[in-house]
């Protein structure tokens, strides 16, 4: 007979909280299964308020919040955008929809986000040139915050807009305040892999109700108010449903038991693994309290005695899911012809890294099958 696998272990399952049927039932008797609803009101009012950021926008994904946001910010054909090169790819793809040109910057070795030395010296540089950047756009890495006052500060010199995107960061905090707080604007992502999900979706947020005022009129296919449709630009279909806002406010009502659970499962994979030669795991900043959304490693052959990619295989084949850390954008076929400025510590960490399973419902045992196969790879 042959052996069954043993359960599968997702890198990141949704992880529904029980109170969400209640209000998408909710939704059902009140009928608006539309684009538009008291749900989604509540749930963007609940989201300002846990964010301290007064407007806030839900829409269909992360990726349509970040595009909404570069248009808005005025991103147009031949402008450059600088971003994180690790990161994943939503990131940047507006840059591309908006026929801008993206430059990406390594990350700070510390923290695994946008270096602001690189960013200084490329923005004084620019400066003299006379070529600014329309806005940049630094990524919260797995969750940890990117170093938002240093970034400002920069950017602030010379008048170019933060758009953060904080997709991998709800639920972190920088310097005591929520992650996105404090910029011209901020992104999040309720995907399905993400720490709370509403199965697809997004948010925007800012301190500017005018800006959110033009993202919410973009997002709902840019209608003029009047009664007959009429149009002088080109909008989108993005507003987030009324069914999944109910999700999200279900969701968003464990956020920080979540938050307290990835980190718990954090500290275990270290205490289980951190004796292990050539292991290290990514640090956090100390200006932030990060919501360790996933788990990285990285695994230095020479101490390890075997690469990432065999501890990868090596969970596969127990039917335990983990991945490589980003692949940089800039190396990244689609990128090729993108500049790229500072050195190689992206690559270095997309070559060594590997993010392991780190769903909120994990058990101690799921944990330990983990640890035991990375264990078991050691030499
Ligand atoms: C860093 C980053 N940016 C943007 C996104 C895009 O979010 P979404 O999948 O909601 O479009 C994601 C996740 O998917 C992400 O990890």
Not at 1 to 14: D, W
Not at 39 to 52: G, N, P, V
Not at 344 to 362: I, K
Request: glycine share 8%; charged share 25%.
């Amino acid at each position: 007979m042959p052996a069954t696998k043993p359960p599968r272990i997702f890198l990141s399952p949704p992880h529904m909280s029980g109170r969400e049927l209640p209000l998408i039932e909710e939704v059902f008797e009140s009928n608006y299964v539309a684009p538009a609803g008291p749900m989604l009101e509540r749930f963007e009012a609940a989201f300002a308020e846990y964010l301290d950021i007064p407007h806030t926008l839900a829409v269909s994904s992360g990726t349509a919040a970040l595009h909404l946001a570069m248009r808005i910010l005025g991103v147009g054909e031949k402008d450059e955008v600088w971003a994180s090169s690790l990161t994943f790819i939503a990131s940047v793809s507006a840059i591309d929809f908006l026929r801008a040109e993206p430059v990406f910057f390594d990350v700070d070795e510390a923290t695994w986000t946008m270096d602001p030395n690189l960013l200084e010296e490329e923005m004084r540089r620019a400066a003299r040139q006379g070529r600014l950047p329309k806005a940049v756009v630094p990524t919260d890495l797995y969750g940890q915050c990117c170093d938002l006052d240093a970034i400002r500060t920069i950017c602030d010199a010379h008048g170019v807009p933060v758009l953060v995107d904080a997709a991998e960061s709800v639920g972190s905090e920088y310097r005591g305040r929520k992650s996105g707080a404090g910029e011209r604007a901020a992104a999040y992502s309720f995907n399905g892999n993400k720490i709370i999900t509403t199965s697809g979706g997004g948010l925007l947020a800012s301190d500017d109700g005018e800006l959110i005022a033009e993202a919410r009129f973009l997002s709902t296919q840019a209608r003029e108010p009047v009664v007959h449709y009429q149009h002088e630009t080109i909008g989108y279909n993005y507003r987030m449903s009324n069914v999944l806002a109910a999700i999200g406010i279900g969701q968003l009502s464990v956020l920080d038991e979540r938050v307290a659970k990835r980190r718990a499962i954090f500290d275990r994979y270290r205490e289980e693994l951190c004796d292990l030669p050539g292991i290290a795991f990514m640090p956090e900043a100390d200006y932030g309290r990060s919501n360790r959304w996933l788990t990285a490693i990285t695994i230095d052959p020479a101490g390890f005695g075997n690469d990432r990619e065999h501890v990868r295989l090596a969970l596969e084949a127990e039917n335990i899911e983990a991945r490589p850390v980003w692949k940089p954008m800039h190396l990244q076929p689609v990128f090729r012809e993108a500049r790229h400025v500072g050195g190689a510590v992206g690559e270095r960490l997309f070559e060594t890294g590997l993010c392991l399973p780190s769903g909120s419902q994990m058990t101690d045992e799921e944990i330990d099958r983990v640890v035991s196969i990375v264990r078991e790879c050691a030499r």
